[in-house]
Every structure is written in C-alpha cells, then in structure tokens.
T-cell receptor, first 113, second 113 residues
C-alpha cells in the first residue's frame, strides 16, 4: 500500500529529545494556522492552532511559534516519543478556521529508540 | 469535535469508470471541503461543497471530472469520473465551522488500474 510522506523530507530524532519542525507559509494575509499529524493509513489529525494576533501558543508537549515577518511557522515537540512518528503538515487559512486550508509540503518525523 | 465517516475507505477501480465517495458528519457543520492527497504528497483542495448550490472548485479541478453534492449540512458526496491511473490518490473530506477547527475524515484510498 502507499505510504504517507514517502517522498517528504525526514527529521530523525532520538526518543526523549525535543523536535522542531519548520514550515514556510505562502500568504502574508493568512490569519490562521494549524499543525496536523498524519499517521500512515489515517486522515490528518489536529494538533494545535494559532491565530495571527499571537506569536506563541502551547499545548500538551507541543508549542507552535509564528513569525509573521518572515512567514515562518514552527512546531516544537517536547520529549519526543515513538508514537510521535508521523508526517506533520502545517496549513494556513484566511478568515479564521472555517475557510479552506492551504497545506505545506509536510515533514516526516522518525523517532528512534 | 465532529465525527466524520467516509465511505468507502478504499477501492480499486477500472479506468474509465466512476466512483462516488460519501462523507457523513455526526453534527451540522457550516463548511465542508474535499481534498486530494496524491501518493507521498501534501493535501490539495479540490472544492468547497456548498449546501444547496454548486460547489466552488479550485484551479485545476472541474465539475465534470469531480462532481460534488451537498444536499444538507451533514452530508456530501464527491464523484471521481472517468478515472485514469493518475487519479489514484487519497480523497479526504474535511469539515469546519464556527468555534471549531477543521477536522478530517479517514480518507478514501483509491487505486485505478
């Protein structure tokens, strides 16, 4: 069967380390951003979101940073676990969360024990 | 959060035939979208499904190839018409609404032979 993220860049980390996944978004007018996690054979799963009036937001073990000056988004995962292995996508939107999303290319995170 | 059911979860189809994919949500939602994820790639928006009217298609996607219906606020269908091997992808339904981020179904994995 096909593999999600087969041709995507890969970030390899050791279990317990912190991971940082980066994303450059395209539209300076975008005002809402989401990080998704996609495991093989599944649909994208919401991780965390951030609006353009913020530059940082924290969740459980995850932090999203937004730099509007350079149109850059990052996802930090603390104490990475094997269950974090997946493909991670950033997405941007205009007019809040209930509009169409434009997805970034994606990064595959491989966590090694 | 909304629970999204897609049917079928996967299918293998002959070229030249058509497949209709169903998306059922467990609650009324404002917005419904259809995305395509080609093997090893990110997600690309096909169209926004509008309740009671014609869908809004993104550049590169046309109604004759991807007819969409949305008869109510909880259900939508996407048809992939006159299929070719290039249509082999994961097709994903997504929903969003006021006070809720965009959720995705598990996707329909289509292989055209």
């Amino acid at each position: 069967g096909e593999s999600v993220g087969l041709h995507l860049p890969t970030l390899s980390v050791q279990e317990g380390d912190n991971s940082i996944i980066n994303c450059a978004y395209s539209n300076s007018a975008s005002d809402y951003f989401i990080w998704y996690k996609q495991e093989s054979g599944k649909g994208p799963q919401f991780i965390i979101d951030i609006r353009s009036n913020m530059d940082k937001r924290q969740g459980q073990r995850v932090t999203v940073l937004l730099n509007k000056t350079v149109k850059h988004l990052s996802l930090q995962i603390a104490a990475t676990q094997p269950g974090d292995s997946a493909v991670y996508f950033c997405a941007e939107s205009l007019h809040g969360g209930y509009n169409k999303l434009i997805f970034g290319a994606g990064t595959r995170l491989a966590v090694h024990p | 959060s909304a629970v999204i059911s897609q049917k079928p979860s996967r299918d293998i189809c002959q070229r030249g035939t058509s497949l209709t994919i169903q998306c059922q949500v467990d609650s009324q939602v404002t917005m419904m979208f259809w995305y395509r994820q080609q093997p090893g790639q990110s997600l690309t928006l096909i169209a926004t499904a509008n309740q009671g009217s014609e869908a809004t298609y993104e550049s590169g996607f046309v109604i004759d190839k991807f007819p969409i219906s949305r008869p109510n606020l909880t259900f939508s269908t996407l048809t992939v018409s006159n299929m070719s091997p290039e249509d082999s992808s994961i097709y994903l339904c997504s929903v969003a609404g006021d006070l809720t981020e965009a959720f995705f179904g598990q996707g329909t994995r289509l292989t055209v032979v």
